[in-house]
């Protein structure tokens, strides 16, 4: 069959995104009567195929191009595109910037130029800093994990992996490797930020109700009940005694709250008792495990990602040590390193600090020799495990704030009513 007749309408235009040698990004449109044709057209100009579609009001749709030297999936690489779309900020647009530069490296593209791409796209200025700070000294001769070793805004883990794939001349496959963990982290942040977002506005919804009620609508009721005399019921005068404390020393109550939270941030810088805190929050219901969980799948995936690039077995657990936010549960962790160290398995090193279903994968993985996916699957398994737990506390949490800010209002009513009731007994 020939390709016009595989295009079914004849030439069919497209449209691309390419890099050239100089790691230029160029957008544009060729016809060809297939996508491998494209592809290969692409290629004699000197240019790597990144996204390549039909354009607009063409011809059937053909499969995606599968020449060798261009990235398998096009998925991967439209993270290119959003990169030139839309702005982002922190873990998402590093994850962002780091597929681009394993897409690049992946497509042939020479290191410095797929670091002055991530430095000159369109993100943050911080980014633009690091990138542009590694893509010198790139061109300086030094090494690219010493380089990013010398960044604060870097991941810790970043530049260890980096050394390990320049040993390995992976280095594409590494950046691959950060970007899927980048991208499972920001993912993760992001699902437990949404389940939030409604909670979190009826919980301020019903605060601002509650003294809007208190503060405006119940003082103007009490004139009317003081101008109009009789006996007030004993939860109508509670209820004006709490609006009128409200109104006069509110400001206080706010100022009070500003306090305790300053002086409680300031008591946690002490190691300590950070520590001691840190300890009994694992202890406290569905907060304790989901705190786990989230530990657990950030330590998991960056010991998987260690692994699979050839960092060694004790510097990629301190390497995930490293993401754990929980102070006591790091001790542990770093006691676990020491079990490793003497000759101890890493599962039971591990037990009591990560969850029992990581526990059971990372034994499978040593019996079977395959650690690192195992403790891929683990990462999956306590990040979908989060996600479970945030549902259930909001399914749980959302009506008992409607259940609370309800009663709020029925008993405001309830008082205000038995006022005007002993009101119209009393005019009799």
Do not use: C
């Not at 790691?23 to 100009?45: I, M, N, Q």
């Amino acid at each position: 069959m020939s390709d016009r007749s595989a295009a079914g309408l004849g030439v069919t235009r497209w449209r691309y995104q390419a890099a050239d040698a100089q790691g230029t990004l160029t957008r544009g449109e060729v016809e060809a009567a297939s996508a491998d044709a494209a592809v290969d057209l692409l290629r004699r100009r000197a240019l790597w195929v990144i996204d390549l579609e039909p354009s607009s009001g063409a011809g059937a749709e053909a499969p995606p191009a599968s020449g060798a030297g261009t990235p398998s999936a096009v998925a991967s690489a439209r993270w290119l595109d959003r990169l030139t779309r839309r702005t982002t900020d922190g873990e998402e647009s590093l994850a962002i910037l780091t597929r681009s530069i394993a897409t690049l490296l992946e497509s042939g593209v020479p290191l410095e130029r797929a670091l002055a791409f991530a430095a000159s796209g369109e993100t943050d200025a911080r980014w633009r800093r690091v990138f542009g700070g590694l893509q010198a000294a790139v061109i300086r001769g030094e090494s690219l994990s010493g380089a990013a070793a010398r960044e604060e805004a870097l991941p810790r883990a970043y530049a260890p992996l980096l050394a390990a794939a320049e040993a390995s001349g992976s280095m594409g496959a590494t950046f691959a490797r950060l970007a899927d963990a980048l991208e499972a982290r920001s993912q993760l942040r992001a699902r437990v930020r949404a389940a939030l977002v409604y909670p979190t506005l009826l919980a301020l919804a019903s605060t601002v109700g509650t003294v809007v009620i208190l503060v405006v609508v119940v003082p103007r009721f009490a004139d009317l009940i003081a101008d109009a005399g009789g006996t007030v019921p004993a939860s109508t005068r509670l209820l004006i005694g709490l609006s009128a404390l409200l109104s006069r020393l509110g400001w206080l109550l706010v100022v009070g709250v500003l306090l305790t939270g300053s002086a409680v941030r300031q008591s946690l810088q002490e190691a300590s008792r950070r520590k001691r805190w840190h300890a009994s929050r694992l202890g406290w219901p569905v907060v304790g495990r989901f705190e786990r969980e989230q530990a657990a799948a950030g330590y998991l995936s960056t010991l998987a990602v260690a692994l699979e690039s050839g960092v060694p077995l004790l510097r990629a657990m301190s390497l995930a040590r490293g993401t754990v936010g929980n102070d006591a549960l790091t001790e542990r962790l770093a006691g676990a390193e020491s079990a490793v160290r003497d000759g101890g398995s890493v599962s039971q090193a591990l037990a009591g600090s990560l969850p029992p279903l990581a526990i059971r994968l990372l034994e499978a993985g040593e019996q079977g020799g395959a650690l690192a996916p195992l403790a891929r699957r683990a990462a999956t398994a306590s990040a979908d495990q989060v996600q479970r737990l945030i549902t259930g506390a909001v399914a749980l949490i959302e009506p008992v704030m409607i259940l609370g800010f309800g009663g709020v209002v029925g008993f405001v009513a309830l008082a205000l009513l038995q006022a005007i009731y002993g009101i119209n007994a009393s005019s009799f």
